[in-house]
């Protein structure tokens, strides 16, 4: 009997090279595919953020008389010194963080709210990559997102039973001058801002008569109302491009997003005029805004 044998062919190096380019090549025209359905899927969980905080808002409202959370507040007898951020937390369903504090007097530093206990969530933007974990460069807990000075401190309030300043807005969620639609109460605002050093952290104080904490604290607005930084470097200068700056509204994505105080979200793009960014974070200037808001 004839015995007959089969030769296998394998594939030759210039074969393997074109498939290994083909292969390349999928993987180069699918990478941004994929990167833009990570950033809309961020950009819609920031966006979710910032509605979750709009309702949290309100519900402050609804149970303190139709105020608003003041940029700080202090309690002797409960949490001492209450920033901005943890005053909101009973309202966005994170009352176990907040009773965290109550009877110890320590609503921020050295408190079982300061550090990686106190992560939030709902306080982090999925694309801001700025903090570690959560925790800002100075080690405390970050937020993403920054409430607008010149709106919820906009009187500075000497109480006389404690003798202490608190920060408070002139105003009710009812009697905005200019509207709940034409005024901005939240921006983004990196966790952290390495190339100056300073932090985002939710639970550090803010006063307009301790200008010192503002390196740690969480408020946009007190040196001037400075238009958004759209996807700037962290840590180091890109040409002319300078890096994520305190004073200014921070976004990895491709508009900033802001919480309007009537609830809904829109994003603000780094074209906006200083004066259209000027009227709708001032909730008294009485003017009308321009269309390209």
């Known amino acids: 009997?004839?015995?007959?044998?089969?030769?296998?062919?394998?594939?030759?190096?210039?074969?393997?090279?074109?498939?290994?380019?083909i292969i390349a090549i999928l993987i180069g025209l699918l990478l941004p595919a994929v990167q833009k359905v990570r950033e809309a899927a961020a950009r819609m969980t920031c966006s979710n953020n910032l509605k979750q905080m709009g309702l949290g808002l309100h519900n402050y409202g609804s149970a303190n008389q139709d105020k608003l959370p003041p940029m700080l507040d202090?309690?002797?007898?409960q949490y001492g010194?209450?920033?901005f951020w943890y005053l909101l937390l009973p309202y966005i369903e994170q009352d176990n963080v907040f009773k965290r504090a109550i009877g110890t007097g320590q609503g921020w530093t050295g408190s079982?709210?300061?550090n990686h206990g106190a992560v939030i969530k709902n306080y982090?933007?999925?694309?801001?990559?700025?903090?570690?974990?959560?925790?800002?460069?100075?080690?405390?807990?970050?937020t993403s997102y920054a409430p607008?000075?010149?709106?919820?401190?906009?009187?500075n309030t000497y109480n006389?039973?404690?003798?202490?300043y608190v920060s408070q807005s002139k105003y009710t969620i009812g009697n905005i001058p200019d509207g709940t639609s034409n005024q901005v109460g939240i921006v983004e605002r990196y966790g952290s801002h390495p190339y100056y050093g300073w932090s985002n952290a939710w639970c550090y104080p803010e006063s307009a008569s301790n200008w010192g904490w503002n390196s740690n604290g969480s408020v946009y607005g007190p040196w001037g109302l400075y238009t958004p930084q759209i996807n700037p470097p962290l840590r180091n200068y890109v040409g002319s491009n300078q890096p994520a700056h305190p004073y200014y509204p921070?976004?990895?994505?491709?508009?900033?997003?802001v919480l309007v105080m009537d609830g809904s979200v829109r994003g603000v793009s780094a074209s906006v005029s200083s004066t259209t960014w000027t009227y709708v974070c001032t909730p008294d200037d009485g003017n009308v805004l321009p269309s390209n808001w």
């Open 81 to 83: 010194w209450g920033p």
């Open 160 to 164: 006389s039973t404690t003798g202490v």
């Open 124 to 142: 982090l933007c999925p694309s801001d990559s700025s903090h570690n974990a959560g925790i800002a460069v100075n080690g405390w807990a970050a």
């Open 1 to 21: 009997m004839l015995r007959f044998t089969r030769k296998l062919r394998g594939f030759t190096l210039i074969e393997l090279l074109v498939v290994i380019a």
């Open 250 to 257: 921070n976004t990895a994505h491709s508009t900033c997003q």
């Open 74 to 77: 202090y309690s002797p007898s």
């Open 148 to 155: 607008v000075y010149q709106f919820f401190a906009s009187a």
């Open 112 to 114: 079982p709210v300061q």
